[in-house]
């Protein structure tokens, strides 16, 4: 099955550190633009951060920039989310998806992008 296999989310602490882990099963991330999202409940998606397969140049979200961090391992076909300063503000389901129309990223949740090959997700919960 041609899709991302998003997965180390769980419960953690404000200020606490999690690593997501977006795995691509059926198909290579050197073609695609790979961006993560998250959804809260009640809330709209949000684009969290883009790195392009082109140059591997990243963008993030205000909402999280400096305390998040996107990487990949090309070996491994895999995208990584470091989180980091975690606040209650960061829970969600996060998911990632392929830009179908870039290899380099323009904006977050572009739209005029086509975003491919969700995964489950994987729930983020921040609480004390």
């Known amino acids: 099955q041609v899709q991302f296999v998003e997965s180390g989310g769980g419960l953690v602490q404000p200020g606490g550190s999690l690593r997501l882990s977006c795995a691509a099963s059926?198909?290579?991330?050197?073609?695609?633009?790979v961006n993560w999202f998250r959804q809260a409940p009640g809330k709209e998606r949000e684009g969290v951060s883009c790195?392009?397969?082109?140059?591997?140049?990243?963008i993030y979200a205000d909402s999280v920039k400096g305390r998040f961090s996107i990487s990949r391992d090309k070996a491994k076909n895999t995208v990584y989310l470091e989180m980091n300063s975690l606040n209650t503000e960061d829970t969600a389901v996060y998911y990632c998806?392929?830009?179908?129309?870039?290899?380099?990223?323009?904006?977050?949740?572009?739209?005029?992008?086509?975003?491919?090959?969700w995964g489950q997700g994987t729930q983020v919960t921040v609480s004390s």
């Open positions: 998806a392929a830009d179908l129309q870039r290899v380099r990223c323009r904006v977050l949740d572009d739209p005029t992008s086509t975003y491919a090959y």
């Open positions: 059926g198909f290579f991330l050197d073609y695609y633009a």
């Open positions: 790195i392009s397969s082109s140059d591997g140049s990243t």
